[in-house]
């Protein structure tokens, strides 16, 4: 007798297990990411869009994955997903070591490197120039950390938005913003500022990954499988058409 009681309480339990995955499988994946990312994420009237945005689209589609976006501050994404098996972050999020530290990464997607808006008038030529200046940038991101490495802690200015950097240079309130080349590239186009520039000084390669948490490699491997089928079927040259105006960004 108790042979088979204790049988059917394994049953029991093994019954609760399984119901319980099935209802975790069930469960969208969360993808965790800031729209205030253009042209990789942004709102548009009632609807997110942007490079990243089309991207876990296709992604889903092919991995056979329901989605939902979560909005949230960008340094809360790689957290978010720490935190959460079911959670994804995707917002321009530059592959680096610290990170890796914290959650996994798909193949690399794009290669955006950093690049410095001025004002026209500024006499900034090189990158020593910039030293002891106050350089905004976008908190929590790769042009954050390299800001700190030229002009030191006290000299960078953090703000919620790459926008909100930039406006605040337009403002003369900082004297540079380091900001990923394609973002930077769009928030020019859209402020039609000609008293701004971009400088490219070979600040570093910056190469753009979906955050995956650690213990869920079935979904890294899935969406690295995705990756590599857009990229065999042309789907990122069909992005860099949408989103970068500029043709020779488009080419790279």
Do not use: H
């Not at 959460?84 to 610290?98: A, F, K, L, M, Q």
């Not at 390669?205 to 995956?212: E, F, L, M, Q």
């Amino acid at each position: 007798m108790k042979k088979l009681i204790a049988l059917l309480v394994a049953l029991m339990m093994l019954g609760t297990a399984a119901a319980a995955l099935a209802e975790a499988e069930a469960e969208p994946v969360i993808v965790a990411f800031n729209p205030e990312y253009p042209p990789f994420e942004y709102v548009e009237g009632e609807d997110y869009e942007g490079y990243d945005v089309d991207m876990i689209k296709a992604i889903a589609d092919i991995a056979g994955i329901d989605i939902e976006f979560e909005a949230m501050d960008f340094d809360a994404v790689v957290s978010s997903v720490q935190a959460n098996p079911n959670t994804i972050g995707v917002s321009g999020i530059s592959i680096t070591p610290e990170r890796m530290n914290n959650v996994d990464f798909s193949d690399g997607y794009i290669n955006a490197g950093l690049i410095v808006v001025l004002k026209k008038d500024s006499g900034i030529a090189s990158v020593d120039d910039l030293k002891g200046k106050l350089i905004g940038v976008q908190m929590g991101t790769t042009s954050d950390t390299k800001a700190e490495e030229i002009t030191g802690q006290e000299n960078v200015a953090k703000y919620k938005s790459f926008l909100n950097a930039i406006m605040e240079l337009q403002g003369n309130k900082v004297d540079a913003v380091i900001v990923d080349k394609p973002v930077g590239m769009a928030i020019l186009a859209s402020l039609a500022d000609d008293t701004l520039e971009i400088v490219d000084f070979d600040l570093q390669a910056d190469w753009y990954g979906i955050a995956v948490n650690k213990d869920n490699p079935e979904l890294l491997e899935k969406i690295n499988a995705a990756l590599k089928e857009l990229e065999k079927d042309g789907f990122f040259e069909g992005l860099a058409v949408k989103y970068f105006s500029d043709e020779e960004e488009a080419a790279e």
